[in-house]
């Protein structure tokens, strides 16, 4: 079976029509007919049934469970030609979240680079949200992930390097500075910073809200990290930050959030990635205590 057929299969499943996958695909629509014909010859079993009346497309069983199996195919295919480019010399992609690249990871850079290793790294930047799903679709290789829990995925490694807390965190004035500690509930009258969806910040601080029926109206949204610091520095509201972001401010006070919410952050790479021998010197280094 030819890999580019069952390629022109596999979106016609998704697409349910021969002119729009001919479209996608920038072929005529005779090859993805073509295409269809030889893999239901070679399996002897039909795979499309064609209502041209209702100009309507519908897998039959056979064609429902090759869908499955193409996928898989060429899912796997694509990642097979991303792990070898990267012995021919492409660039590892390494998923670091701005917090984690801002707050931990500099030391390892700095070893990366004594080891000669920051020339084959490609850093990826995005929250830790987002950074999972850039790393479940291969669009990077490696990564470093910030969670409120342990990671467990049976479809990932994972393994935590640091240990931190979300605090709450304040401008030097703030009456707040008077409790050693804070309960969730009593900050609903206060006016919050808060960092956008793809930080794992922002769903912490929604669950807590909903947790305790703060009206979240009164929020402040950005989507950089020394904006929320200075707008929470200025005194414009308070913020919810993992410990490490903020413990070396002078213009910002933290107070101990109650219950304790603890920030993981753990090196990542999924079961089926092929490391090569480059990555793994990079994740002895980033596992290194």
């Known amino acids: 079976m030819n890999i580019r057929d069952l390629e022109y299969f596999y979106y ?50 056979a064609g429902k469970i090759l869908e499955k199996r193409a996928y898989n195919v060429l899912h796997e295919l694509k990642a097979a030609k991303l792990e070898i480019s990267r012995i021919s010399g492409a660039k590892i992609k390494l998923g670091v979240p701005p917090m984690i690249g801002a707050y931990f990871f500099p030391p390892f850079m700095k070893v990366l680079d004594i080891n000669g290793l920051v020339n084959h790294i490609e850093l990826v930047e995005t929250g830790s949200t987002a950074m999972k799903k850039l790393l479940d679709s291969g669009q990077v290789d490696i990564a470093l992930i910030g969670s409120i829990a342990p990671l467990k995925d049976n479809d990932l490694n994972t393994t935590i390097l640091k240990t931190d807390q979300f605090m709450v965190c304040t401008s030097n004035s703030h009456p707040l500075l008077n409790k050693p500690e804070v309960n969730f509930s009593e900050l ?15 769903k912490v601080i929604k669950d807590l809200c909903l947790e305790n029926g703060v009206d979240m109206k009164n929020f402040y949204y950005t989507t950089e990290i020394q904006t929320a610091k200075s707008l929470i520095a200025s005194g414009v509201g308070i913020g919810i930050m993992i410990n490490m972001a903020v413990e070396n401010m002078s213009s910002i006070k933290t107070v101990s959030l109650v219950p304790v919410i603890n920030f993981y952050i753990s090196f990542v790479v999924k079961k089926e990635h092929y490391m090569t021998s480059i990555e793994k010197e990079i994740m002895g280094i980033l596992l290194k205590k």
């Not at 016609?12 to 269809?36: D, G, H, R, W, Y």
């Not at 609903?188 to 922002?202: A, C, M, P, Q, W």
């Open 188 to 202: 609903k009258d206060e006016r919050f910073t808060v960092l956008g969806d793809s930080y794992i910040h922002n």
């Open 12 to 61: 016609l499943c998704q697409n349910k029509s021969f002119t729009k996958t001919a479209e996608m695909l920038f072929v005529s629509q005779p090859s993805i007919t073509m295409a269809l014909h030889k893999i239901e010859k070679e399996l002897g079993e039909r795979l499309v049934i064609r209502d041209h009346s209702k100009a309507q497309l519908s897998l039959t069983e």
